[in-house]
Each structure stands twice: as C-alpha cells, then as structure tokens.
C-alpha cells in the first residue's frame, strides 16, 4: 500500500513540472537592432543547437508556459555543444516581457531552467 501512495505521489510532483517555451532572436548589431539573424524557440527540459553565429546581442521572451511558484525561468547560453557548465557564457531571467542583452560570443547551446 505505500509502494502505491509513492507512486502516485511521484506521478503527480512530476506532472507538476512546468514546461517553458522561450522566444530566442539573436542580432549581429548592438542594442537588438532588426533584422534578426537568427530565430529559434528554446525549450525547457532539453539542451538544444544553437547555430553558432557571432552575436553582439540577443533577446528572449517567453512565448508560453510558466515555472512553479518560488522559481524563475532562465536561459543559459553556451559557447560549446552540450550545456557543460564549462562552457556557460551567461545565464539571462526571462519575462514575458522582450528583454535585450548584449553580447559578444558565438553560442553553440542554449537551455532554459526554472530556478
């Protein structure tokens, strides 16, 4: 019987997990000036491609979905396949709101964490 309760206890907190998908424009200008040159959707739970062009600056948003309460969403960029901690070049909190920053790196990964 608790073999059961632990079970349906794990399935609900795994349920639970918010799921985040964030609107990713990269720029080769300073200051997020259009056109984009690049364009992807980032989602959370997964260490995806980025394309690997040399950025001076970036914005995100998040499109949908939310984190759990008492936490926050944050997009890591890499400059290395893989999201290796060895390689993080910065990790940005995203709003709904388009927020920009400036940079200086070619990225390579990218992922977004509720933290």
Do not use: R
Request: net charge negative.
């Amino acid at each position: 019987m608790q073999f059961k309760t632990l079970t349906l206890t794990l399935l609900t907190t795994a349920t639970a997990t918010a799921t985040l998908d964030i609107a990713f424009s990269g720029y080769y200008l300073t200051e997020c000036v259009s056109p984009s040159i690049e364009s992807a959707n980032v989602i959370s739970g997964a260490c995806g491609p980025a394309n690997g062009l040399p950025l001076k600056s970036f914005s995100a948003h998040i499109y949908s979905g939310a984190c759990d309460e008492g936490t926050a969403p944050v997009l890591k960029m890499y400059t290395a396949t893989g999201c290796t901690e060895d390689s993080l070049y910065g990790e940005y909190e995203v709003t709904s709101e388009t927020l920009c920053w400036e940079v200086d790196a070619t990225f390579l990964s990218n992922e977004v964490v509720c933290e």
